[in-house]
């Protein structure tokens, strides 16, 4: 294996996990840094801390900072003794009543981000949102580190948020032609399951028959509308964000059950006889590539996801998956697989043991040392 390295990880959450967080950990402002981060990287949200573990599992120093988390930033700040500059307009924002909310201090969160790369000064800076620094920072910040790493697979930011990067990686291939076709370099790498989940997952009687959990947004209108039809006729089950971009009458509505994250999503799943998914095609083309693939196959699930290109290169369709291209087709295999439970448990069985052999998070990882060495030696 190639030589370890020291990397950051740098990410953010949702703020309306934080701000769920924060009410299930009602002392979580009192924790020290250490405990609120455990605390936070314990409820298996996105990657959590799957990189760092493993990577540490591996030989590397490693570890992840949820960037936009504002309590935990602070009491980083704090414990180390960081004096925080903000702006005037930071300064009022921050009086008004519940502005933290909404308007997480940007000022003082790139202050305190900045002090901690400069203590740490990693060979590897991994940014994990490409929105959240601005070019200048990261410039700024470059001068810290060796390598200047970044990896996307949502909708792009302006091209000028690519200029301080010095690799790009990304588990949509056309996502990498197109950083090549910018003069950007770029690799594919693929996302996928922190195997040491399956083994905390409630066992026994299924509870769902179908389930759907995650973004009713704009951005995922089209997917909305096939979770609309499909629900006609099949009792779905549905958990996410942004229930409020639904029109009224809505059936996805009427099974709604409110959000669901991290390791609670993750429970649903392993409750559930199958998981319905669909990718976004203004993100991901003809590529398959969102994080339902591995988690719902990882949690024992049937998984039933829209036929992509690539789909054979990480699954066999209609043995480890099962996969549909009109919502009729969609509609006609659920029902199948509702009637016939033994081949439904087989095809779940098969996609279970593939993610588990080979799209854990610590096979990743193996392949992030490999990637990363290669351009730290060059």
Not at 267 to 278: E, G, P, Y
Request: aromatic fraction near 12%.
């Amino acid at each position: 294996m190639s030589k370890p390295f020291k990397i950051i990880i740098i990410d953010t959450y949702y703020p309306k996990l934080l701000f769920a967080i924060c009410r299930k950990f009602a002392e979580l402002g009192k924790a020290t840094y250490i405990e609120q981060r455990d605390f936070i990287m314990g409820q298996c949200f996105g990657t959590a801390d799957f990189y760092s573990s493993n990577l540490k599992a591996l030989g590397c120093e490693a570890e992840e900072i949820v960037v936009n988390s504002e309590v935990l930033q602070r009491q980083w700040a704090f414990e180390n003794g960081v004096k925080l500059n903000q702006s005037f307009l930071g300064r009022m924002v921050n009086k008004l009543p519940h502005s933290r909310k909404f308007f997480p201090n940007q000022d003082v969160l790139l202050n305190i981000l900045a002090a901690q790369i400069k203590r740490a000064k990693p060979d590897v800076l991994y940014m994990q949102d490409l929105w959240f620094c601005p070019p200048s920072f990261l410039s700024d910040m470059k001068k810290y580190v060796k390598l200047l790493v970044g990896q996307i697979a949502c909708p792009l930011p302006p091209k000028n948020h690519f200029s301080p990067y010095d690799l790009i990686l990304s588990s949509l291939p056309h996502y990498v032609d197109k950083f090549r076709s910018w003069g950007i370099r770029s690799e594919f790498f693929k996302i996928g399951f922190e195997g040491n989940i399956a083994r905390v997952l409630p066992k026994g009687d299924l509870k769902y028959e179908a389930v759907h959990i995650g973004g009713y947004g704009p951005l995922h209108l089209e997917r909305n509308q096939l979770l609309e039809d499909v629900a006609k006729s099949i009792d779905i089950k549905f958990w996410g964000y942004g229930e409020d971009n639904l029109p009224s009458g809505s059936r996805i509505m009427r099974n709604y059950n409110g959000e669901s994250w991290g390791i609670d999503r993750c429970r649903i799943f392993a409750q559930s006889k199958m998981v319905i998914t669909k990718h976004i095609t203004t993100v991901a083309g003809k590529y398959c590539n969102n994080m339902t693939l591995y988690e719902a196959t990882g949690c024992g699930a049937l998984l039933v996801t829209d036929y992509k290109d690539n789909l054979s290169e990480l699954f066999v369709p209609d043995k480890e998956v099962v996969t549909y291209k009109t919502v009729e087709e969609a509609v006609n295999k659920i029902k199948y697989y509702l009637l016939h439970e033994e081949e439904r448990k087989q095809i779940a069985a098969a996609g279970q043991k593939r993610t588990l052999d080979e799209h854990t998070y610590y096979n990743r990882m193996h392949e992030l040392i490999n990637i990363i060495s290669n351009y730290l030696r060059g």
